[in-house]
């Protein structure tokens, strides 16, 4: 399976960006959909997660309000859709698809997101 991210850039405190995961490669809607992200010296961060139907997406608690995911099964796609965005944001944001029937564990190359004025 294939994740590519993109929609990353800088953007200034207070501003709104979206991240879009194309999936090729794998059943995506059999997937749970994750976003993580990973800044400098600190250790790779769950954000967001979304299961294929029903159920509400989960959250990280420091974007909670301002953070939403989603994900559109017919393009095998999902997306972060990030506002009131803060310097502490500012980090690489990987797309990540998992199947906990078997296994499978997919990751995209990262996106950078640059909070700052």
């Known amino acids: 399976g294939q994740l590519v991210e993109s929609g990353g850039g800088l953007v200034q405190p207070g501003g709104s960006l979206r991240l879009s995961c194309a999936a090729s490669?794998?059943?995506?809607?059999?997937?749970?959909m994750n976003w993580y992200r990973q800044a400098p010296g600190k250790e790779r961060e769950l954000v967001a997660s979304?299961?294929?139907?029903?159920?509400?997406?989960n959250y990280t608690d420091s974007v909670k309000g301002r953070f939403t995911i989603s994900r559109d099964n017919a393009k095998n796609t999902v997306y972060l859709q990030m506002n009131s965005l803060k310097p502490e944001d500012t980090a690489v944001y990987y797309c990540?698809?998992?199947?906990?029937?078997?296994?499978?564990?997919?990751w995209g190359q990262g996106t950078q997101v640059t909070v700052s004025s």
């Open positions: 990540n698809a998992k199947d906990l029937l078997f296994g499978y564990d997919f």
């Open positions: 490669g794998f059943t995506f809607r059999r997937y749970i």
């Open positions: 979304i299961i294929s139907a029903g159920g509400s997406p």
